[in-house]
């Protein structure tokens, strides 16, 4: 596709401009696409402006002295609720007036689905149209009183003479009267008239009408304020100088501060409040289930010092416990029990407390009852058990005891050069840049820019590269001691000693303190720079006087510069990110638009503005939306980090390709906690995205929840079968990573990273056991004349050591469940086996065809004779059983008649039975009188490897039977004999083989049934087969014949033969490669090897998926690609090998997803070919729409939050 494929097609561009009007405005639907009567939008607009008419009621009644303010909002607000209720009336009564006409209708298909036919200004489809109505009833009721609360508070808050007090100046008071109550106006019709579709769009779908709310909530914000500056400066202050008179200064002094503050606020949100619509539009003010769970989010983590969660309910419950944890330490009166309070919950708070519990929960169930209980509670104390229960106690205990002595013995000094807690600060100095140079000794780049001379070079084996990571890996032993055991109680040392815990039932010392002695477990690197830049900040400035001393302790320093550091770095990684786009759409040619110029153009002229939106960007923690990913930027909604609304891993494509990464999943997670832990995926926080690399595997990795030795990732699995997008990204992915690992020009010191700029940096590499995937061209071998030729030879050789390895196996399990009956007998029986099969032997099998019978058919034969009333018995006998009597019928052309002696105990279903057989295709009577003479055993032990009866019922001559026994294996055969051992027959003669050896009835049964296989694979004749035969038999789809029927009709046996003939044709592939079989003994272990580490099938078997999953060792599928006329040999091999894994830029991510959200759920742009999805080598712009959440994303995988200890 060129660069100028269009942003949107004909048809979604009408349906955009269609749209997005409809958004500005709340609702009203203005352009239709067809033409409407002008009453439908005469009545709109009048709905539209009901509103405001009610409002100026009020407002001129107030203006005229007639009523009082509140009485006016009263008056205009009850006006509005009674107008609501009368227009959803409305609604409810066209559509009951019109239903049965709606049943009676037929649609048009060719119309347009919007289109509607209206009747009357006032008519049922006219009112149905404007006025869509409520799905739930008591949103009917509810949205109504809302709308009448909007109305009066709205009537209210812009009151000229309220206005005109905030401003002094008429021009102002008019400009905000007449937009301000657009704005209200907009919020009203979309809350009560029509929901518009919002361009800030969470969820796919709206259940409980919530979208509705989300305008008048931002208008009642605004009014909040309104109402809370009139109130606290006139009601009160007055109330509180009676009730409580000992306050009075204090509150006077307090509000004399703080109205003036207010005051200026309510002035700048009148003035925001006329540009709502405005931001509405934009998609910048958020939805509100993403307004709430990113508020929740953002207190959590800057507020208490917790971490983001990975679902709601975890987010919801955690930020309850945690504010709840902060309001406690506010009543504790004593100062030591403050500090064992906030030491001992933060760090309680910062474990994985999920886990614990379940792993709890199973582990008294495991106690109480079920077995299965106890070995499901086995495999999570692999996560928690008591050796990680006894290492939390003992850290808490010593955190605890720690801060106790130092806050009572030594906590009592300022903050001076000298001072204990300055001592404190040196330490965690020098800390952070021991750790900050640990980590980045063990990445491949240093700081992204220039190759670490420390890393192994040119890694491409386990081996070697484990054996170079050895000095990296002690010094990720190190890392890990400190950051787990050092740095936390340094941290804590130094809070214990700080000054400002003296001053008890402060609300900035509880918030701030409790944050933070959370945060030293929860997220230590990150409080560990904080503490040390306040530290430094503490030791240069002395100034008493100054703010950040006078107003300020230590708890909220900590919590400004960690809000300050999480905004700065998110803004570099933003402006990175522009700047990338901005750059690149010139840079690369692909994506170069006829319009790219003129837009870098504006970017350059309006930098200024630019840089402003990813400040605010920044401010808000939202994603930077680059719109169709063009450099048009705008602020997208705050959402929670994770994206997505949807529980983790609950939906994928599932497809083929999923095995692969169910399979590689659980290895990857065991070393990526080794690789976070030691560090060398550099600094990871919840919202860090990480892309992992293995031929044609990617990974997506989400970090979602990060606390005291654990963190919570999502792992993605992206589609393996490449689409031109897909490979070009994939490509440039190989190019990265192999010169960061691969290439040998990286030999010289500190040589530059030629990728730089790239969202994709390359951290290590991580061994990871999982299947490699070879693909050969079979070229030279499945057509070779000569391995043809000894195809079949091969065939019967590994069919006979199947069949006798299957009657084996088969007798170990008789011989264990028929022990009793066999020491009663004394003896083996002789029908047993052969018997159980007869009475399972389908229709089919029974009524076969034999070209050896037609010899048996002659003039004399009589085929006209009655049925005997034996077989009437046999019959009902079978049917008692359950199973389908045999059907016995004349040669063709024959009539079968009427039975005189009819028994009288025949049933009406049997006298139906013989009725309806004349309909039933005409088989061989002769051959139904056959039956298979008993074989003799000259061995009484035969019968154990005997091969079922039905088997060697083949319809085939017997001059094929006697050159079947020419072309038997006989040395073969008894060499198979003799690896048996029987050991699980408790008496046995010393000569058993030698008796198997020689007892010839049992040498004919396995002729038989080889030459009933091959009869069915390959027919009569003795031609060497085609490679399009050998493919079709390999594949199971070998065209009809009469021996393939019967072959097909014994399942088992036919699954055995297919099975024979793939393990002969890997027997084929391996002597071509390998060189010919020497002797039965490496025969014998080729094929026990197939049995054991192989599965040789086709890769869309269920098998297959099976055999990946059960970690097969190796995997083999034959392939044909019809295009090149070539056949292709698979191979997957299991083994430990490395995973290239690289970090990727946090901020591009979120801008794209959030692109994605808006292009397809509110411009509903889906087209497979759109430009946003094409190939994007620097954005991987095609790879991250994959990687998102269904049903906007199409990963083929996705797993459920995992949870890796990283100590």
Not at 228 to 251: D, P, S
Not at 363 to 371: K, N, R
Not at 748 to 753: C, G, R, Y
Not at 781 to 797: A, R, T, V
């Amino acid at each position: 596709m060129g660069p100028d494929v269009p942003l949107l097609n004909d048809y979604k561009q009408e349906f955009f401009l269609k749209r997005f009007p409809q958004t500005v405005l709340g609702g009203p639907r203005f352009k239709l696409g067809y033409c409407a009567p002008l009453y439908i939008y005469v009545n709109q607009i009048i709905l539209f402006l009901v509103p405001w008419v009610l409002g100026g009621v009020g407002t001129l009644l107030f203006q005229l002295g007639i009523m009082k303010d509140y009485c006016t909002a009263a008056l205009s607000g009850g006006l509005m609720f009674v107008t609501a209720l009368a227009l959803q009336m409305a609604n409810l009564y066209a559509k009951q007036k019109t239903v049965t006409v709606e049943r009676m209708q037929i649609q048009n298909t060719l119309t347009d689905e919007d289109e509607f036919e209206f009747s009357s200004c006032l008519g049922s489809e006219t009112v149905k149209f404007i006025i869509p109505g409520k799905k739930y009833i008591i949103n009917t009721v509810f949205h109504s009183l809302l709308a009448g609360v909007l109305c009066g508070l709205g009537t209210w808050y812009l009151l000229p003479n309220r206005i005109t007090l905030l401003y002094s100046n008429i021009g102002g008071t008019v400009m905000i009267f007449v937009f301000g109550w657009v704005t209200i106006c907009i919020g009203a019709y979309s809350l009560i008239i029509n929901t518009a579709t919002e361009t800030a769009t969470f969820q796919a779908l709206d259940t409980y009408e919530i979208t509705a709310l989300m305008r008048p909530f931002y208008i009642f914000v605004f009014i909040a304020v309104d109402l809370a500056h009139r109130w606290y400066l006139y009601h009160f202050v007055t109330c509180t100088y009676f009730i409580v008179g000992v306050l009075q200064m204090h509150l006077k002094k307090r509000f004399a501060v703080n109205a003036p503050i207010l005051e200026q606020t309510n002035q700048i949100l009148h003035i925001i409040f006329i540009f709502l619509p405005f931001l509405w539009a934009m998609g910048i003010l958020p939805p509100l289930d993403a307004l709430f769970l990113w508020g929740m989010e953002q207190l959590l983590e800057f507020g208490l010092g917790g971490s983001p969660m990975s679902s709601n309910s975890k987010l919801l419950v955690m930020f309850l416990i945690s504010a709840g944890t902060a309001i406690a330490s506010y009543f504790i009166p004593s100062t030591l029990g403050v500090i064992l309070f906030m030491t001992g919950f933060g760090f309680i708070l910062s474990l994985n407390l999920s886990e614990i519990g379940f792993a709890f929960k199973h582990t008294m169930i495991g106690h109480l009852a079920s077995s299965k209980s106890k070995t499901m509670q086995r495999g999570l104390r692999i996560q928690f058990g008591w050796r990680e229960f006894v290492f939390y106690l003992t850290v808490l205990a010593f955190a605890l005891i720690e801060a106790s002595l130092l806050h009572q013995f030594a906590g009592f000094s300022s903050f001076s050069k000298a001072s204990p807690q300055a001592i404190a600060s040196y330490i965690l100095i020098v800390l952070l840049i021991t750790m900050w140079i640990l980590r980045e000794i063990q990445r491949v780049y240093l700081f992204g820019v220039f190759r670490n001379p420390f890393y192994p070079k040119d890694v491409r084996t386990v081996t070697v590269f484990m054996e170079k990571q050895r000095r990296l890996m002690k010094v990720g032993v190190v890392r890990r001691i400190l950051l787990t055991l050092v740095s936390p109680f340094a941290m804590i040392a130094f809070l214990s000693l700080d000054h400002s815990l003296q001053n008890l039932h402060s609300v900035s010392v509880c918030i701030g303190f409790t944050r933070i002695f959370r945060m030293v477990w929860q997220n230590t690197e990150n409080a560990l720079l904080d503490i040390v830049v306040v530290s430094i900040a503490q030791m240069l400035v002395f100034n008493p006087d100054l703010w950040w001393n006078r107003s300020l302790d230590t708890g909220i320093r900590l919590l400004l510069v960690g809000i300050l550091r999480d905004r700065l770095l998110q803004f570099v990684s933003k402006l990175q990110f522009a700047i990338a786009i901005l750059l690149t759409s010139w840079t690369e040619k692909k994506q170069r638009r006829k319009s790219t110029a003129t837009l870098i153009t504006l970017n350059i002229v309006f930098f200024p503005i630019l840089l402003t939106f990813i400040a605010i960007s920044a401010l808000l923690s939202s994603p930077l939306l680059p719109l169709f990913t063009l450099p048009v930027f705008l602020i997208g909604f705050p959402r929670p980090i994770r994206s997505w609304p949807g529980p983790v891993g609950a939906a994928a494509g599932v497809c083929s390709d999923t095995v692969y990464y169910q399979q590689m999943v659980p290895s990857l997670a065991v070393a990526l906690q080794s690789a976070l832990a030691a560090g060398s995926l550099g600094l990871f926080l919840p919202g860090s995205h990480y892309l992992c690399r293995f031929q044609d595997r990617l990974m997506w990795m989400l970090v979602l929840e990060k606390g005291f030795t654990y963190c919570g990732v999502n792992i993605k699995g992206l589609e393996l079968q490449e689409t031109s997008c897909h490979a070009a990204e994939a490509h440039r992915v190989d190019e990265i990573f192999e010169m960061a690992f691969e290439h040998q020009e990286h030999t010289k010191i500190l040589s530059p990273n030629h990728h730089f700029g790239h969202i994709l940096t390359p951290c290590t590499v991580l061994p990871v056991r999982l299947y490699s995937d070879a693909r050969n061209v079979l070229s030279g071998i499945i057509d070779s004349h000569e391995n043809l030729k000894h195809l079949k030879d091969d065939f019967i050789k590994v069919l006979v050591w199947m069949l006798v390895q299957y009657c084996y196996k088969k007798s170990k399990t008789w011989e264990s469940s028929g022990d009793a009956n066999k020491s009663k007998k004394g003896s083996f029986p002789d029908n047993q086996h052969s018997g159980s099969v007869e009475r399972s032997r389908p229709l089919r099998e029974e009524d076969s065809f034999s070209v050896d019978t037609i010899e048996d058919w002659s003039d004399d034969s009589v085929i006209f004779h009655l049925e005997p009333s034996g077989r009437m018995k046999d019959r009902k006998e079978l049917g008692q059983l359950g199973i389908t009597p045999k059907v016995h019928l004349s040669i063709p052309g024959s009539v079968e008649t009427q039975s005189q002696d009819v028994p009288p105990e025949m049933s009406p279903e049997d006298k139906l039975y013989r009725a309806v057989v004349l309909g039933l295709p005409a088989v061989d009577k002769g051959k139904q009188q056959e039956v298979l003479p008993q074989v003799e055993f000259s061995c009484s032990y035969s019968e154990l490897l005997s091969i079922p009866e039905e088997w060697r019922t083949a319809p085939v001559p017997s001059s094929k039977v006697n050159e079947m026994r020419r072309r038997f294996p006989e040395e073969w055969y008894h060499f198979i004999l003799s690896q048996l051992d029987f050991f699980h027959l408790k008496e046995k003669p010393s000569n058993l083989l030698e008796d198997l050896m020689k007892d010839r009835a049992l040498k004919d049964l396995y002729i038989h049934g080889v030459l009933s296989c091959c009869f069915g694979l390959f027919g009569l004749d003795n031609t060497v087969p085609a490679p399009s035969h050998v493919f079709r038999a390999y594949t199971g789809g070998i065209p009809w014949s009469v021996g393939l029927d019967w072959l097909t009709g014994k399942p088992e046996l036919f699954q055995l033969a297919l099975k024979a003939f793939r393990y002969t044709f890997k027997l084929m592939v391996d002597k071509a490669s390998l060189g010919p079989v020497e002797n039965f003994k490496e025969l014998v272990n080729y094929l026990e090897e197939y049995e054991n580490d192989w599965y040789i099938g086709l890769v869309s078997d269920l098998e297959w998926q099976q055999a990946v999953l059960q970690e097969k060792p190796y995997l083999f599928s034959l392939g044909h690609d019809p295009n090149m006329g070539i056949y292709t040999g698979r191979v997957l091999t299991l083994q430990e090998l490395l995973v290239q894994v690289g970090k990727l830029n946090d901020e591009a991510v979120r801008g794209q997803w959030a692109n994605l959200s808006w292009e397809l759920l509110y411009a509903t742009n889906d087209d497979e070919e759109r430009y946003s999805i094409q190939a994007h080598p620097v954005l991987l712009r095609n790879l991250t729409v994959q990687a998102a959440d269904p049903p906007l994303g199409y990963p083929v995988y996705s797993s459920e939050l995992l949870h890796l200890p990283l100590f």
